[in-house]
T-cell receptor, first 112, second 115 residues
Framework: AQSVSQHNHHVILSEAASLELGCNYSYGGTVNLFWYVQYPGQHLQLLLKYFSGDPLVKGIKGFEAEFIKSKFSFNLRKPSVQWSDTAEYFCAVRAGTYKYIFGTGTRLKVLA | DAGVIQSPRHEVTEMGQEVTLRCKPISGHNSLFWYRQTMMRGLELLIYFNNNVPIDDSGMPEDRFSAKMPNASFSTLKIQPSEPRDSAVYFC?????????????FGPGTRLTVL
C-alpha cells in the first residue's frame, strides 16, 4: 500500500541548530515528492518539490531536501533554524496522476 | 493571484445543522481537492474533481457529506446533518493537472466546530 512515514512527530531545537526531518515513502512507481509547511493557524504552504533531475532540491526560506531513490527517502534539512521556523512540516508523495499521500506531520518547535 | 479562497474561515454550529463550506480555486486550475485535517487522522483526501467532474469520492466519510463543483471557479462541501465528530479543519486545494509537474496549492481552510 502507498504510504508516507515521518518518524519524528515532535522535534524541539534551539535557534541556530541544524534540522533534519525524515520522510520515507512506499510507492513502486514514479514519484513526485513535496514538503509543505503549516505555520500555527495557517494553511499548508509549499516548501519545495522534486519531480526529476538533481536529487538535491532547494526550497524557500533556506530549506533543502534530498531524494535518495535507493532508500525511498526525501529528508528535509536546514543548516540553521530560526524561531520563525516553528511549524508543522508535512511530507507528501504524489502517487499516480493526482493522489497525494501525506505523512502525519512533524511538529517543530524552535526555542529562542 | 489571490490563491485558493475558502469561506467561511471559522464555523461553529450545533449538531444536526447543515453546514456548507465554499472554495474558489486558483484561476486556470482544472483540478480541485477537498481535504479534512484532524489530530487523529492527519490530512485525508475527501474528494477530487477534474474539470468540474468528481473523479474520486472514496474518501467521503458517509452520505452526510456531499460536494459539488458547478463551474470551474466554485465548489461546495456540504455536511447534512452535522455531527460533533465532523469537527476538523477542511482544506480546499487546486492544481493544474495535465503536466508532470503539477502542484497542489492549499486554501486557508475552514475550521469547523460542531457542538
Amino acid at each position: 500500500a502507498q504510504s508516507v512515514s515521518q518518524h519524528n512527530h515532535h522535534v524541539i531545537l534551539s535557534e541556530a541548530a541544524s534540522l533534519e526531518l525524515g520522510c520515507n515513502y512506499s510507492y513502486g512507481g514514479t514519484v513526485n515528492l513535496f514538503w509543505y509547511v503549516q505555520y500555527p493557524g495557517q494553511h499548508l504552504q509549499l516548501l519545495l518539490k522534486y519531480f526529476s533531475g538533481d536529487p538535491l532540491v532547494k526550497g524557500i526560506k533556506g530549506f533543502e531536501a534530498e531524494f535518495i531513490k535507493s532508500k525511498f527517502s526525501f529528508n528535509l534539512r536546514k543548516p540553521s533554524v530560526q524561531w520563525s521556523d516553528t511549524a508543522e512540516y508535512f511530507c507528501a508523495v504524489r502517487a499516480g496522476t493526482y493522489k497525494y499521500i501525506f505523512g502525519t506531520g512533524t511538529r517543530l518547535k524552535v526555542l529562542a | 493571484d489571490a490563491g485558493v479562497i475558502q469561506s467561511p474561515r471559522h464555523e461553529v454550529t450545533e449538531m444536526g445543522q447543515e453546514v456548507t463550506l465554499r472554495c474558489k480555486p486558483i484561476s486556470g486550475h482544472n483540478s480541485l481537492f477537498w481535504y479534512r485535517q484532524t489530530m487523529m487522522r492527519g490530512l485525508e483526501l475527501l474528494i477530487y474533481f477534474n474539470n468540474n467532474v468528481p473523479i474520486d469520492d472514496s474518501g467521503m466519510p458517509e452520505d452526510r457529506f456531499s460536494a459539488k463543483m458547478p463551474n470551474a471557479s466554485f465548489s461546495t462541501l456540504k455536511i447534512q446533518p452535522s455531527e460533533p465528530r465532523d469537527s476538523a479543519v477542511y482544506f480546499c486545494a487546486s492544481s493544474f493537472m495535465g503536466t508532470s509537474t503539477d502542484t497542489q496549492y492549499f486554501g486557508p481552510g475552514t475550521r469547523l466546530t460542531v457542538l
